[in-house]
């Protein structure tokens, strides 16, 4: 079983950048689907980004389509959210998820792995 651990999330400024890491454990990370969420104060968890099993496939929110990017690098059992002309709105506690061969979708009944969240504050 895969067990995932966040980091990278801090306190920056609107139009800042910020590269958020996800490592996770076990032998066979290539075989599983990664996505982000993310949840605001008061607001539900909502779907940020996604990478099918192997990474074919990516699969990105409509409100970070050209900000946020998904990669993955299996030599280190890490995912990445690189984050780009970050605004206030941003702000939310930022969450892993894995599934085994999955394909990367945007809901978050499709992950039934996940990790604690990384928090990403991002002021006026």
């Known amino acids: 079983q895969v067990q995932l651990v966040e980091s990278g999330g801090g306190l920056v400024q609107a139009g800042d950048s910020l590269r958020l890491s996800c490592a996770a454990s076990?032998?066979?990370?290539?075989?599983?689907?990664m996505g982000w969420f993310r949840q605001a104060p008061g607001k539900e968890r909502e779907f940020v980004a996604a990478?099918?099993?192997?990474?074919?496939?990516?699969n990105y929110a409509d409100f970070v389509k050209g900000r946020f990017t998904i990669s993955r690098d299996t030599a280190k059992n890490t995912v990445y959210l690189q984050m780009n002309s970050l605004k206030p709105e941003d702000t939310a506690v930022y969450y892993c998820?894995?599934?085994?061969w999955g394909t990367g979708g945007s809901s978050s009944h499709q992950y039934d792995i996940w990790g604690q969240g990384t928090q990403v504050t991002v002021s006026s």
């Open positions: 998820a894995a599934r085994l």
């Open positions: 076990g032998r066979t990370f290539s075989n599983y689907a």
């Open positions: 990478m099918s099993w192997a990474g074919h496939r990516t």
